[in-house]
């Protein structure tokens, strides 16, 4: 056992400790896992802002309709705020 480890003890010396095919690959995954965690994680919150814009926009585009049906505002005033709320979207 100890005349095993003279003999490898040269050729780590004359090649150096990542020669040989070594590779840290226990590096490579968690950093590979992390990345993915990050590509999902931004995507999932781009997708919820814009989710969340056009929830905003159908809400006030809902409160303006009741406004409409209730008489409240008439058909032009109706036209022009909605006009307006598209065009801000």
Do not use: C, K
Not at 26 to 32: E, G, Q, R, T
Not at 47 to 60: D, V
Request: glycine fraction near 8%; hydrophobic fraction near 55%; charge should be positive.
């Amino acid at each position: 056992m100890f005349s095993t480890a003279l003999l490898a003890a040269p050729a780590i010396a004359a090649h150096g400790m990542w020669a040989g095919g070594f590779f840290p690959w226990f590096l490579i995954f968690p950093f590979f896992w992390f990345v993915l965690l990050f590509v999902g994680i931004f995507f999932f919150a781009r997708r919820r802002r814009h989710w969340a814009g056009q929830a905003g926009r159908m809400g006030a585009e809902s409160v303006l309709r009741e406004r409409y049906a209730r008489g409240e505002i008439d058909e032009s005033e109706y036209r022009q705020r909605l006009e307006v709320l598209r065009a801000n979207s």
